[in-house]
């Protein structure tokens, strides 16, 4: 990779979500929201951060062939299913390998962004409790007890 093509992928890395979104930005978890690349990353770092890239638009796009091809039902849902997976995936390589390279910086404050971001995606929230349908209760009209 030339040095055109990591400054290229640096700058992309700093303004804008490496990943395609699978979330519509109004119900976007917090967890996916893109967290900002520190702007010291180093050459090197840029190219760990495009490897992850590529591999994981790589895997998305094997698992993506022929999607158009499959009717809906169980097989399509599964393989959409995957695609979100891998792209989970992805995200929590990149933000390891950030992790990673801030600690080595000893950039404090973005260590800890790093971690709440991957606490976030890593950590299963419990799914929201619905009260159910209401049972209906029948109260006693006036006059017609019994």
């Known amino acids: 990779m030339s040095r055109l093509t990591l400054l290229i992928a640096l700058s992309m890395f700093a303004s804008a979500s490496i990943l395609a979104d699978p979330f519509p930005a109004p119900?976007?978890?917090?967890?996916?929201?893109p967290v900002a690349v520190a702007a010291r990353v180093t050459l090197a770092q840029a190219a760990t951060l495009s490897d992850i890239q590529a591999e994981t638009q790589r895997r998305v796009a094997e698992i993506?062939?022929?999607?158009a091809g499959v009717p809906d039902g169980a097989e399509r849902r599964a393989r959409l299913r995957r695609v979100v997976e891998v792209k989970r995936q992805g995200h929590i390589?990149?933000?390891t390998?950030?992790?990673h390279f801030a600690r080595e910086?000893?950039?404090t404050a973005r260590v800890s962004e790093v971690?709440?971001?991957?606490?976030q995606i890593t950590t299963p929230r419990p799914l929201p409790?619905?009260?159910g349908p209401a049972s209906p209760t029948k109260t006693p009209e006036v006059g017609h007890e019994r």
């Open 93 to 95: 390589a990149l933000l």
């Open 97 to 99: 390998a950030q992790l």
């Open 27 to 33: 119900n976007r978890p917090a967890s996916a929201r």
């Open 105 to 107: 910086r000893g950039e």
């Open 115 to 119: 971690e709440t971001a991957l606490a």
């Open 129 to 131: 409790v619905s009260p």
């Open 64 to 67: 993506s062939r022929g999607l």
